[in-house]
């Protein structure tokens, strides 16, 4: 069974810092272009950051250019996302999500992706 699981989320203070996690299991994702979404209450899930398989290539939402970084280790079939100079309007569901198709580009759409964690609430406070 494959699974995302994501972790690392919490309550902040706006200007802080937050490290979330994506385990993956069940098979490897080493090959697969990966992205973290966010979805706030009342809104739809927006796309946050995508990275391809190699790790070579990596877009990011305007909103979050600058303060986030996405990055992965496939060696562990672990993607993170390492967030900085968080704001209130960060606060969210953070969700990881993986491609089906092999050695693809930076995916931006949530229609792109095939597999999605359960997410982890990410507050930051004011």
């Known amino acids: 069974q494959v699974q995302l699981v994501e972790s690392g989320g919490g309550l902040v203070q706006a200007g802080g810092s937050l490290r979330l996690s994506c385990a993956a299991s069940?098979?490897?994702?080493?090959?697969?272009?990966m992205g973290w979404f966010r979805q706030a209450p009342g809104k739809e899930r927006e796309f946050v950051a995508t990275?391809?398989?190699?790790?070579?290539?990596?877009y990011y939402a305007d909103s979050v250019k600058g303060r986030f970084t996405i990055s992965r280790d496939n060696a562990k079939n672990t993607l993170y996302l390492q967030m900085n100079s968080l704001k209130p309007e960060d606060t969210a569901v953070y969700y990881c999500a993986a491609e089906q198709s092999l050695y693809g580009g930076a995916r931006s759409s949530v229609y792109e992706y095939d597999y999605w964690g359960q997410g982890t609430q990410v507050t930051v406070s004011s």
């Open positions: 990275i391809t398989w190699s790790g070579g290539s990596t």
């Open positions: 069940g098979r490897t994702f080493s090959r697969n272009t």
